[in-house]
């Protein structure tokens, strides 16, 4: 994988290179793969294979070069080690040789012909040693742990721990190998190596096979060796073996002369070049441990703070700690202890270090580096002196803490560094955490402490500035730029910005999404807002737009909230939603015909739904279901409009497909029936006189009454009622017509009952009827009157749109006793192609049936009707006089409604004109679809 990334890097890689040109790529590969710590499996004659496949192979498949391999040179020679040490260092490679059978490894040959002290052997509680160990303090314990475990090995260890110093949680001249590699030292003892040896590991010195069987299993060998190779070559001038007694045979390869022998003659040529490049070791003593020069503590000190700053290692800056204070220079000590502190990210007790020791600078980027906590801390040194209040940082500091900053002081802030950013003298900090946390902190201040008038200059303004810093590298997050998008007024981009952040949840984001989103979709989110009045505006904007029944039930809602009952009616008609319909109608009783409407709205759906019980309850009680607690005064109200509400659920019944099927009467199994709507229906049909025909056009009234499954009643209706009520010959038509499927109705339910004398009887009667009619038996009635959908009782009663190009008859500028009319706005019906038309202006309701030529007005406060009967060209009222023009019989007026109707157009265009002089309207309701 490292060679493929090399490989893909390197410049020569995007290249065309020629066969002849191999030997000019500079490819270099340093290391020693024997140092290789974790257990990778590294093997130098992979890679080298692997760079032949994918680099001379692809530019000279054919070899013919004659290269197989890259050129490359091992780097035999040692420059760190003294002489024995470096052979030491080689008889492990034999060692590994004997172990791993790779024949690869060579020896290394020293630079120096210094000798240096032999590589010598003690054990672990060796008093000596110790005592030079704390005495001289120049010797680093090399332990055979894992990084980082150095301090709990320590612990563990009862000898380490009686003779290890610990400074801050870090014990002194202690590394584990990982930690090691890299380094030099001046003298160096590996402890424990021996007693945490694998146990099979020399078992080919034994007789056995070398361990090249499995590989997985020979892994951690070979990673244990590794760590005794790079611990056993870090020192320069002594190396010194420790561990137990217990276990100094496993170095008997290094301290006994016939194994170490035997070892070098089983290597691959009988050990030819490795003879004269491997020493092994002496069993110590006290003599050895005390070197004639004394030592460098200030090299070792150097040694480790390069460490330390090159890997950001605080173990090796205490150590360095601890060498500069044994040098004489607790200056340099502190400095260190201060920068081991912060590695450990405490950055707040590193800058305290520094400041003790005078390093202003140093401690100003440390507290700085802390956040929060280190930026209390500038500030409060920098008061103090004026070095610290010279830096930026302490302004930064200065202005987030302070209670009387200002917006002119933070924006200078940023604009200054924006300043700096453009001429490149910010660079090192603009990806440091530290400056993209104040930064986001002295945004938050600055929108904290920004105008309030709405306005969106200074927020303009900021953004410019802050997106020159994000131009310059430094770090503004989404959230804080959603904020800046939103002030701006830049809700969309806001949205993104905030949705990228995951902070989808404030007002804010809810009213950018809302304000960002285009209409009908947009509804919604301003009513969840409770920004109706906006819902109101858009909608007013856009009156054109067809709505889904869900975004309709929220227009309907808001403006209900809002007490706009007429305009939410429509909205609501098309949501079908019961309980907004409900809330809408408690909301607008006593305000006119809207609450009717919806009320009446909620009957006619749960006709739809089929929802009888509820059907049931009405006609018991009167009531209908509204959402949450009924107010008294509109319950009072149902109970003052039912029988109005009775006749809006019996033009749904008429039009109901299901209301035939139900029984007649209660079952076992299902207390729904048809017998409460029947006795609604005989109540306002045939005891009540003519009234109906107000409110229900003739084939209506029939239509509920025979659906509603009482056969008696449904002949009675038109045999009796409809004659009596309307004697046009289109009622009398429909009344035969209509008469003979009842009796066939009556006839099958004889047959089926086996009541032959009154079958035949019906037989008789029927045939009579249709022979008077015109109709042969076998010509098919319509099961029930044809009307338009149960959907057509639910089309919004909206006013009509304006037409101006109707224009006004002459008639109207006489009528009124010589008085010149009042300005007229002509209006055309709504809804041209249905046989069923609601029209309302104010309080009076206006509705048309096509399908009998029937024209119903009814004031909606007073609840006086009138008819306009337009094939025979006469009005009809108990209620409210009409009286004619003496020059034009056929204009009408109602004094009590200020209506005039104008008859004139039926004979020609089949259209009745009605004048509202209240409203300067104009009305025309045409019998012919347009």
Known sequence: MELEILLRLNVFSARKLKPEDIPEVPFVFAGDPFQTINPTGFRWEDIKAAFTQKFILALDPSLRLRRRELNYRELSLNYRSSQNIVHFSNLIQALRVRLFDLHEARPQRPWEDRCGPVVAWYAVNHPDFWQVFKETNDITLILPCALGEEADTVEKDPVLKAHVTFMEGTPINVLSAERAKGSEFPRVAIYGFGRDAPPNLLRPLEGGSSHTDNRDASLPLEYFLNRLYVAASRP?????????????????????????????????QSGVGWTDLVTGMVEGNANGLRLAEAPDHEANARNYQEQGLAHRDPTFMRNAAFAWRNAGQPTRAAECRARALLFEGRCLDAGNEFRQVGMNDAAVDAWWESGEPGLTRIQREGNADPEIASRVEYRYANFLASSRATVEQGRALLQELLNSARQGETLPYASRPSWAFVIRQTFHKLCD???????????ADLKVISRGLIEAGFSLGPSDLGNLHYHCHEFADAVECWTRANETSSPEFRRARALSTPFPDNLP???????????????????????????????????????????????????????????????????????QHAAGAILTLAVIREEWPVVLAFLKSGAIPVPGKTPDSFAKWLISQKSRLEYALARALARSPSLPDLPYTERSDSLVCQKPMAEMLRRLLLENGSGWLAQLAPEEAGAAIERAGHRGDALRFYTVALPAADSSKQCAKLANERGIVCLERQLRSAEDEGRKKQAEDLRKEIAARRANAGLGLA?????????????ALLAPPTLPAPSPQTPIPPAAAAISSGVAAPPVTSVT?????????????????????????????????????????????RIESADVAFVPAS?????????????????SRLAGEAAADLYLDASGLLLRFSLKPN
């Open 236 to 268: 320069k001038n002594q190396l010194l073996v420790l561990d137990p007694p217990e276990h100094r045979a496993f170095w008997r390869f290094a301290m006994d002369e016939a194994t170490q022998n035997r070892l070098l003659g089983e290597l691959p």
């Open 525 to 595: 989110l301003l009513h969840a807002l409770g920004e109706d009045a906006r819902v109101a505006d858009e909608l007013s904007a856009h009156p054109k737009t067809t709505l889904s029944p869900e975004i309709s039930r929220i227009a309907g809602v808001s403006l209900t909230l809002l007490v706009q009952p007429e305009a939410a009616l429509p909205h609501l008609l098309r949501s079908r939603d019961r309980d907004a319909l409900g809330q809408l109608a408690i909301v607008a009783h006593g305000r006119g015909s809207v609450a």
């Open 449 to 459: 402490l920004a105008p309030t008038d709405g306005t969106t200059a200074f927020w």
């Open 779 to 791: 010509d098919k009635l319509p099961d029930y009157p044809k009307l338009d959908g149960l959907d």
């Open 887 to 903: 020059d034009q019989p056929n204009v009408h007026t109602c004094a009590d409604w200020s209506l005039r109707v104008d008859l």
């Open 829 to 873: 019906a709504p809804a041209p192609t249905a046989t069923h038309i609601v029209c309302q202006v104010d309080d009076l309701r206006f509705e048309l049936f096509r399908n009998s030529a029937r024209l119903n007005i009814q004031h909606e406060t007073t609840g006086k009707t009138a008819s306009l009967h337009l094939r025979e060209n």
